[in-house]
């Protein structure tokens, strides 16, 4: 059986013959693969490219990064890089190990490539934003659910090599989420018997997403009986663990996000026979679920991920305010360079470091060794922190509200009493 | 590409998705997912039969590593095309200068893909690869 043959432009053959060097003629080669096991018929252009290769995972990344440096490779569009092994500006528990050495020589082969060193999960939060409609291509589970749902911005989920390739010839296969009929929801998912007090607190929107995730799998849902001004830090907790629990890379909230303005607009008018309705008893399971069994002795409390919003630093810094991190504890939060830049001129990053709070940049606490040799229980306010650590550095978690995790960093042991969790259990 | 008498494989079908970067061991081809109904079995040098559906984006990666150090699967069978597979061995060529055989079957000879059975590659395919 063999593919469809891929229609190249004139412009897109000369690339592929090698008119603007043998790194584009790479690119082309492979998303012409990329092309073909995905059904495209021919490539769309992109406007700028967010890349999860810089991530080490195995020296064949590395070889692959110095092939094309060894081709002269240089990002034809704004390229920015995700979260790498270590932090970079200060390089925490991990950096003596040997393959320290090939992370931190995959990072810089990436910055040579022209892409900037941005170093987060949470690209949507640099300057300049993808607009409405704008073809992109990204990499990172949360940012292509994002900038799918909350932005309208167009991408498929990019992965190692297919985003750098991607970024390099400024091209990617017109397939997916970049076609119209596509976005269009496929099953409606109701929150209507969600009591109003529920609908008002973060966490609900971390359990949310759990069951929309796994609720979807793949497909676009509606999320329909949401809040109209439901906030952006909201729904980037549902999409970001419903990139896990499933493989969502884009939902629709009726009302509230752009190409939902009503349930139609959302379905393109077609009769949805998948509805499902969101009970109390599946947010308390959900909850269940993302909480490990508990030794009830403290061991972290990690905030920020995916990295950090701005209003979330504020409400970080107001809470901690005055306070002091347990001496038996630690507390790491994580952010991206340019928000933990913009936190400093606000004053947050000083406020939260006075209380003992360790900042991370660059990287993230579930794999960059900041918790290798702790015993006992995380806390943390993120589902997707709670769904991937385990897994990845076989600590016990639990799923607590922000209020919970400061909480619990300033007197050092568990705390779980929020309000919110008996209105849930209800 | 398989080398020597090598249009004859063993088939090794995984029954359930594998996460491949917590499930396989590079170095040796086993896969040590213990959940795993194959678990204990190597993929290396194994024609591999997939479940269908849209594996771990990092399984790519994986992939890429087995040829690197010489444990990949001999010949990856898919029923469907699958953009990880595939870009795995468009990588490998790029890199390694030799990639990861894949091949689309049809569905009655890959439900008759059984572990342990022999298949023979189509010569016709073998003859027009590299």
């Known amino acids: ?426 | 590409m398989a080398v020597g008498s090598a249009n004859t494989f063993e088939v090794l079908r995984l029954t359930e998705p594998l996460n491949f970067w917590a499930g396989l061991d590079i170095a040796t081809g086993e896969i040590v997912d213990r959940q795993h109904p194959q678990h204990g079995q190597r993929v290396t040098g194994k024609a591999l039969v997939l479940p269908p559906g849209e594996g771990s984006s990092s399984n790519t990666s994986v992939l890429v590593e087995t040829v690197r150090v010489g444990t990949a699967p001999g010949v990856v069978i898919i029923q469907q095309h699958d953009p990880i597979v595939e870009v795995a061995a468009a990588v490998a060529r790029e890199i390694y200068g030799h990639g990861l055989d894949v091949l689309i079957v049809s569905r009655q000879t890959y439900e008759e893909l059984q572990t342990g059975a022999s298949f023979v590659r189509p010569v016709e395919r073998a003859a027009s690869e590299e």
């Open chain 1, 1 to 426: 059986m063999t593919a469809a043959a891929v229609h190249l432009t004139a412009d897109e053959q000369r690339m592929l013959e090698g008119a603007d060097g043998p790194a584009v003629a790479l690119a082309m080669r492979v998303l012409i693969e990329l092309a073909k096991a995905s059904g495209a018929e021919d490539f769309i252009p992109i406007t700028r490219a967010h890349v999860v290769g810089c991530f080490y995972t195995g020296q064949a990344g590395v070889d692959f990064a110095q092939r094309l440096i060894d081709l002269k490779a240089q990002v034809r569009v704004p390229t920015t890089l995700n979260t790498g092994w270590l932090n970079l500006r200060n390089e925490g528990p991990r950096a003596e190990r040997p393959i320290a050495a090939a992370a931190r020589l995959l990072m810089d082969l990436y910055a040579q490539m022209g892409c900037a060193q941005t170093w987060t999960c949470a690209p949507y939060y640099l300057p300049e934003r993808p607009a409405y409609g704008e073809t992109i291509a990204w990499g990172e589970t949360n940012a292509v659910a994002f900038a799918n749902s909350v932005l309208g911005a167009r991408t498929n989920r990019f992965a190692d090599f297919t985003d750098i390739c991607a970024a390099i010839a400024g091209r990617a296969p017109r397939c997916g989420l970049y076609l119209d009929e596509n976005r269009l929801a496929e099953i409606v998912i109701q929150v209507d018997k969600l009591p109003f007090d529920v609908l008002d607190h973060d966490a609900c929107y971390h359990l949310l997403g759990h069951i929309v995730g796994r609720l979807a799998g793949d497909r676009v849902p509606a999320i329909d009986g949401l809040p109209p001004d439901v906030d952006e830090d909201r729904l980037r907790a549902i999409v970001s663990i419903a990139a896990l629990t499933g493989s969502l890379k884009m939902m629709h909230v009726v009302g509230r996000t752009p190409e939902a303005a009503d349930l139609d607009a959302a379905t393109g008018g077609r009769q949805i026979a998948e509805v499902h309705s969101i009970t109390l008893d599946d947010l308390t399971s959900a909850r269940e679920i993302l909480t490990g069994p508990g030794t009830g002795r403290l061991s972290a409390v990690c905030v920020g991920t995916p990295h950090l919003s701005l209003p979330e630093f504020k409400q970080l810094a107001e809470r901690f305010a005055g306070r002091h991190v347990h001496p038996g504890t630690v507390c790491y939060v994580s952010a991206g360079r340019f928000v933990h830049e913009a936190a400093q001129r606000l004053g947050y990053v000083g406020e939260v470091e006075r209380a003992g709070v360790t900042v991370i940049t660059d990287t993230c606490t579930y794999y960059s060794g900041y918790l290798d040799d702790v015993e006992g229980t995380v806390v943390t306010n993120s589902a997707k922190w709670a769904f991937y650590a385990p897994p990845n550095i076989r600590v016990d978690v639990r799923l607590a509200t922000l209020d919970e995790c400061v909480d619990s960093a300033v007197r050092g042991e568990v705390v779980a009493d929020d309000q919110f969790w008996r209105v849930i259990a209800a």
